[in-house]
């Protein structure tokens, strides 16, 4: 069964600064997708980044980034220049390509970001 | 804005009723699934409707139940309610068959059980 793991239940981060946030996670499969999703306090669940498990080139959107280890099963989230509007819970997820599209979520990180 | 609106956003049941949740999803969207988020938890995986069936269930008993409808919106029937089921309950939508596989998530229903 897959399984997603974050191991870093609260972080925090100077504005401006950079953080990274770990997700490791567990899977037979070689065809999947992986997400970070931000959710702030009105609990609407936000898209921030995806990865597809074919492509080698780690994704970008803006101040986020990732660092997708396949071999390693590792999919870490870089935001650079952090902003207050960035203090929210963050959580990893991974989605297998085939026909049941579950999403399975880790336990989430809760950044707080400090003015 | 994801596109995927649901309602209503919020609500208070009496243990042992039953509630309908509804959803409709993003334009050009034909799958549709259910989570439910306990406070301070990730979200659990309910059930899945692709053009109408279901196809794919959590663990989750059968009092859980949903519809899809021909223009692809779905509903979410909780019978006779118990305390734990106080949650937020998501609904997101996406489109596999497009090469599409983001999964988009409206803002929720919080359901709360007394």
């Known amino acids: 069964a897959q399984t997603v793991t974050q191991s870093q239940p609260e972080m925090s981060v100077q504005e401006a600064e950079t953080v990274t946030l770990s997700c490791t996670y567990d899977?037979?499969?070689?065809?999947?997708?992986l997400f970070w999703y931000k959710q702030p306090p009105s609990r609407q669940m936000i898209l921030v980044i995806r990865?597809?498990?074919?492509k080698q080139q780690n994704a970008t959107e803006n101040r986020f980034s990732v660092n997708f280890q396949k071999a390693a099963k590792s999919f870490s989230l870089k935001i650079s220049d952090s902003q207050l509007g960035d203090a929210a819970m963050y959580f990893c997820?991974?989605?297998?390509?085939?026909?049941?599209?579950?999403?399975?979520w880790g336990l989430g990180t809760s950044l707080g970001v400090n003015p | 804005e994801t596109g995927v609106t649901q309602s209503p956003t919020h609500l208070i049941k009496t243990r042992g009723q039953q509630v309908t949740l509804r959803c409709s999803s993003q334009?050009?969207?034909?799958?549709v699934s259910w989570y439910q988020q306990a406070l301070g938890q990730g979200p659990q995986f309910i059930f899945q409707?692709?053009?109408?069936?279901?196809?794919g269930r959590g663990n989750f008993p059968p009092r859980f139940s949903g519809l899809q409808f021909p223009n692809y919106s779905s509903e979410l029937n909780v019978n006779a309610l118990e305390l734990d089921d106080s949650a937020l309950y998501l609904c997101?939508?996406?489109?596999?068959?497009?090469?599409?596989?983001?999964?988009?998530f409206g803002e929720g229903s919080w359901l709360t059980v007394v």
């Open positions: 997101a939508s996406s489109s596999p068959g497009t090469g599409e596989n983001t999964i988009y």
């Open positions: 334009s050009g969207h034909n799958t």
């Open positions: 409707y692709y053009r109408e069936e279901e196809n």
């Open positions: 899977t037979s499969e070689s065809d999947y997708y």
């Open positions: 990865q597809e498990a074919y």
């Open positions: 997820a991974y989605l297998y390509a085939g026909n049941n599209r579950k999403l399975i």
